[in-house]
């Protein structure tokens, strides 16, 4: 499985963001696709994932109602689209997959490279 993200930058806080990643190297019929966040100094947190099929969505409390994350099977993209951003949201951001929902968000079984986004206040 390769996953390549993109589409972090700079924005004010208040703006938006979309980030992207396209997937590749298997068919990902009933598996899950997240995105998690890191600082320097934190461990990676889990943001949302979504899973292949159905699209059924999933998000950590402090992103809810701001993000919201998709994915274009046709495409095997997977978009993270981040509103209202907040400084507290600066971080390099890493799209996973997995082979269920709760391997996505616990032990993903890849990661693709990150993208940084940093929300200037």
């Known amino acids: 499985v390769q996953l390549q993200a993109s589409g972090g930058g700079l924005v004010q806080a208040g703006g938006s963001l979309r980030l992207s990643c396209a997937a590749s190297?298997?068919?990902?019929?009933?598996?899950?696709m997240g995105w998690f966040r890191q600082t320097p100094g934190k461990e990676r947190e889990f943001v949302a994932s979504v899973t292949w099929n159905l699209g059924t969505t999933y998000y950590a409390d402090s992103v809810k109602g701001r993000f919201t994350i998709s994915r274009d099977r046709a495409k095997t993209m997977v978009y993270l689209q981040m509103e209202s951003l907040e400084p507290a949201d600066t971080a390099v951001y890493y799209c996973a997959a997995g082979r269920t929902v709760t391997l996505v968000r616990n032990s993903p079984n890849a990661w693709g490279q990150g993208t940084l986004v940093t929300v200037s206040s």
């Open positions: 190297g298997r068919t990902f019929t009933n598996w899950a």
